[in-house]
């Protein structure tokens, strides 16, 4: 058992107390990170969202130069409305080997880790600094890790890589599709169901919308091209469709909440174009057949990029070293990582837990996958330090 493993629980049961379900805020939490730091002489930035309910936190340790290592990860973790826990889920507790509690794995574990790691680093003589990221809203759009990317650029600071604590069984992902939320608005014009000659159904309209996002998604499926991943091809999902109060009223308006998960850059706009196409050309003018000032617009919501694989690059290659393997591999969902490489950064996703038991009911983390990923950021202590 490795002698940071003690504080490292520590740390995580505190950070599971905190209700950080994206909704809320995580500005306790938050806070909690900086005196912890403070405790022990480092300084930390707190970014603040827009309207100042959230925040990032960016923290250094090591030599005052640009370039450096960044360990990011989110504080914010998926509800818990509607599962049947059989525990508290913020308040953690420990059973055979696991620890139990909302984001154990997903992904406070790695926090833990990263922040028991701290004295470590302070006693080591770092050749280039070690960094820390934290962000907020990454379950709902990766919307913090924005502004983390961009105090990284005003600071100068230019870091070598970053490396992701999403949970991989501490294996090396290299890619992830990106991950694109979009919102498709229907205006029509709402009347008794008993003269639907003077409505204009908004129903009907989202029901042409996605037939034209289903016919997409078929055709993107019959031709897998894309093998690193699995599905090996850009996937088009409905995911809701709000609209309609009564059996006996004609709906006047209605949203469409769909998704796309894209297997490299570039493939967004022809889904977009065929579907504004589409609306011009046939939907809109049926739409406003009935009703003159219908209307149909849809929004992107968040557009997480995808994470691309960069083999030689020295994230990837430092990133295999420190886990004792020669391979990488890809994950189904999405992260901020293509967010940190579009922003020049070369960037590997390695963390604790299994991805199959976050956002579950009774989320649990393995006791010896924290055990892997604080051996993993020791190693890379030692890489760091000066001989």
């Known amino acids: 058992m490795t002698a940071l493993l003690r504080p490292a629980t520590e740390i995580l049961e505190k950070l599971v107390g905190f ?105 080591a003589r770092l050749k280039r600094p070690v960094h820390f990221a934290f962000s907020y809203d990454e379950e709902v759009g990766c919307f913090g890790a924005h502004g983390l990317v961009d105090h990284i650029k005003a ?49 009907y309209a989202a029901m042409d919308v996605v037939a034209v996002l289903r016919r997409r998604a078929e055709a993107l499926e019959a031709d897998p091209s894309d093998t690193m991943f699995d599905p090996p091809y850009t996937t088009v999902s409905v995911g809701v469709l709000n609209s309609g109060t009564a059996r006996n009223a004609v709906p006047g308006d209605a949203t469409i909440q769909w998704d796309i998960r894209a297997t490299r850059p570039g493939m967004l706009d022809p889904i977009r174009q065929e579907l504004d196409a589409e609306v011009r050309g046939r939907i809109l003018p049926a739409l406003r057949a009935r009703h003159a000032g219908a209307e149909i617009a849809t929004e992107t919501i968040y557009d997480v990029p995808p994470l691309t694989p960069e083999p030689d690059a020295e994230a990837e290659v430092l990133a295999k070293r420190l886990a004792g393997t020669n391979d990488a591999t890809t994950a189904p969902y999405g992260s901020e990582a293509g ?33 892997s990923c604080l051996g993993f950021l020791a190693r890379l202590v030692k890489h760091e330090s000066a001989s």
């Open 155 to 203: 600071a100068g600071i230019r870091p070598h890589m970053a490396f992701i604590g999403e949970p991989t069984r501490m294996q090396v992902v290299n890619g992830h599709k990106g991950s694109c939320g979009m919102l498709t608005s229907i205006t029509g014009r709402s009347c008794h169901s008993s003269r639907t000659d003077l409505g204009a159904n908004a129903i």
């Open 339 to 371: 967010i940190f490489q579009q922003a020049g950064i070369p960037t590997i996703i390695c963390g604790p837990g299994d991805i199959a038991q976050a956002h579950i009911a009774d989320e649990w983390i393995e006791v010896s996958e924290l055990e």
């Open 19 to 123: 209700d950080t379900v994206s909704r809320n805020s995580n500005l306790a939490l938050i806070e909690w990170i900086a005196r912890h730091l403070a405790g022990q002489g480092v300084a930390a930035t707190v970014l603040k969202s827009p309207d100042g309910t959230k925040a990032n936190l960016f923290a250094s340790i090591g030599p005052r130069t640009d370039g450096g290592i960044v360990l990011s990860g989110h504080t914010d973790v998926v509800p818990v409305d509607g599962q049947i826990w059989l525990r508290d889920p913020f308040r953690m507790t420990s059973e055979n080997g696991r620890y139990y509690g909302r984001g154990t794995t997903d992904m406070k574990g790695y926090i833990a880790c990263v922040l028991a790691l701290v004295p470590q680093l302070l006693q």
